[in-house]
Each structure stands twice: as structure tokens, then as C-alpha cells.
């Protein structure tokens, strides 16, 4: 028996119509990602890689082709929790606790209140910030928020993790704690998750698959199966393999790059 994809799209198309005329977000975007893939997304800014995640996460309709989460369409997936959400910025109330913030959707979803204790300890624990559920955003650092707000993405537990762009606006030896942080995580809970990046070092570090797009319209480029192994310390980054990898990506890049 073939396993169904947990992310599937077929000749994807969304165009958004603006005043200054139509925008071909996404233009015949075809991929399948299989249970317990990391696949980032990598290309310039407005190749479509925010939108293709939000066209999962039933965000935005797409105007064309079609696309199954885990079998199902993106908005039946959504109501059955099939995902969590990580957004750039970690956009944790600042007048709520750690725990809290990571309680809200358990809250909104009706676990129990002794359930949702135990599962705010659980992610906090997940993501290394057990003691401090009980700090306000702004007593943590941008990197220890951004942990609390994938904490609060996976305290209900759904198979896939949709990321965009969560490390961006961190320094680079925070964003290399992170990134080693994520792999573990990982491979501790199995799930799938679709990252989107602007960095090949962390695309190339972090995927079983990377997918690079370019703009205008946008559409996908190359897709590029890793041969990494699933172990990955950081100064992987200087073994031939990696640079190899990176070197594809960069290429890719260059031949969907306008220049302008
Ligand atoms: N709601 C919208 N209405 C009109 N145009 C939109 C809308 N959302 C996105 N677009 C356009 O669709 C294109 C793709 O945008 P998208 O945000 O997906 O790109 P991206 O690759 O994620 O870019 P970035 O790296 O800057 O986040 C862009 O040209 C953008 O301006």
C-alpha cells in the first residue's frame, strides 16, 4: 500500500488580484511531502513561500490545481488540528505569562485545565525553557521567545509544523543554537515540518528536501532530496557533502533571479 502524502499540491496556482493588477503568487506548484519530512522552502523575497504555507494552513484560497493536507482539504485539515504555526516574529502577549501564552490555544481548543498544565510542561521541557513559564515575554530573550512560540505550536499536538521564517531576525550563533535545537526536536517527535528560510546554510543543515522557488511568477525551481545523514552536528556545514548540497541550492537560486 502507497502511504498518502501529508502535504500534497497539484499544479498550484493562486493569483491575487491587486490594483495595480493580477499577481501570480503561485504558479503550477506541484510537491508531495511524506510523513515526518523537514522541507524548507528557500528562494528571493516574493517567490510565494509565505503563500504556499498559508494556502496549507487554509489562509488563502488558492485560484487554482488542487492541495490535501494529510488526505484532507486544507480547511477540514485545519479544523481537525492537523498543524501548528510558527511565525517570524513570536507574537506572544506581552501581558501574559510564558505558560499562558503557550495555554491559550489549549484553552480555546477546551482541554481541561490539569491537561493543559501537563502539556505546557511538556513543550516548555521540549524546547528547554521548563522553569520559566512563569517569566513575561520581555524577561526572555528574542531566541528563548521564539522557543516559547514553537512550544505554544506544538502544545496541542498535531503532526506538522509549519515555520515561516522563525529564526530571521536572530543573530547567527543564536539562530546555529536554534537550528541544532530544532533538528533534535525533531527527530524527538517525528512530526513534519515545512520551513520556510532565506538562508541556504540553515536550509542545507536543516532539510530532508529543499525546495527552491523563484518569483514572478512564483513557482518552484528545483527540489533537492539531501544526502546528509539524519545525525547532523554543526560543522557538518564544512564536510564536501554539505557544500555540495549548498552549491545546488545557490545555483537554483541564481537561474530563477530577476536582479532587480
Ligand atoms: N494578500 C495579498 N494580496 C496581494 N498580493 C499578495 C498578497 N499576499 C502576497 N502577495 C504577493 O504575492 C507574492 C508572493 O508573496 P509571498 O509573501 O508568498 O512571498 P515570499 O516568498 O514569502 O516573500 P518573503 O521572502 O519576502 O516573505 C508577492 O509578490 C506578494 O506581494
Redesign the pocket.
Known amino acids: 500500500m502507497t502511504q498518502v502524502p501529508v502535504i500534497e499540491s497539484k499544479n498550484l496556482d493562486l493569483t491575487?488580484e491587486?490594483a495595480d493588477g493580477p499577481?501570480a503568487?503561485?504558479k503550477d506548484v506541484s510537491l508531495q511531502i511524506g510523513a515526518g519530512e523537514f522541507v524548507s522552502f528557500i528562494?528571493?523575497?516574493?517567490?510565494?513561500?509565505?503563500?504556499?504555507l498559508?494556502c496549507v494552513a487554509a489562509l488563502?484560497e488558492p485560484t487554482g490545481g488542487s492541495l490535501t493536507v494529510n488526505g484532507m482539504s486544507p480547511e477540514e485539515a485545519r479544523k481537525a488540528r492537523a498543524y501548528g504555526y510558527v511565525f517570524q516574529a513570536a507574537g506572544l502577549y506581552p501581558w501574559r505569562t510564558i505558560a499562558k501564552n503557550i495555554r491559550l490555544p489549549l484553552e480555546i481548543m477546551g482541554f481541561s485545565r490539569a491537561e493543559q498544565e501537563e502539556r505546557v510542561n511538556r513543550v516548555l521541557e521540549l524546547v528547554d525553557l521548563a522553569g520559566f513559564g512563569g517569566k513575561y515575554p520581555w524577561q526572555l530573550s528574542g531566541g528563548m521567545q521564539q522557543r516559547a512560540s514553537i512550544a505554544r505550536a506544538l502544545s496541542f499536538d498535531a503532526d506538522i509544523l509549519l515555520m515561516?521564517?522563525p529564526f530571521g531576525a536572530l543573530d547567527e550563533i543564536v539562530r546555529d543554537h536554534l537550528n541544532e535545537e530544532l533538528l533534535k526536536l525533531w527527530a524527538r517527535t517525528g512530526k513534519t515540518i515545512g520551513f520556510?528560510t532565506?538562508s541556504i546554510p540553515e536550509a542545507v543543515y536543516l532539510s530532508t528536501k529543499i525546495v527552491v522557488?523563484s518569483?514572478?511568477p512564483?513557482r518552484i525551481t528545483d527540489v533537492i532530496e539531501s544526502t546528509l545523514p539524519q545525525e547532523r552536528p554543526l560543522d557538518i556545514r564544512d564536510t564536501p557533502e554539505f557544500l555540495e548540497i549548498a552549491h545546488r541550492v545557490r545555483d537554483g537560486l541564481r537561474a530563477g533571479h530577476a536582479y532587480d
Open positions: 491575487f491587486t499577481v503568487a503561485l528562494g528571493p523575497s516574493g517567490c510565494g513561500k509565505t503563500t504556499f498559508r488563502e515561516d521564517e520556510v532565506h522557488m518569483p514572478r512564483g
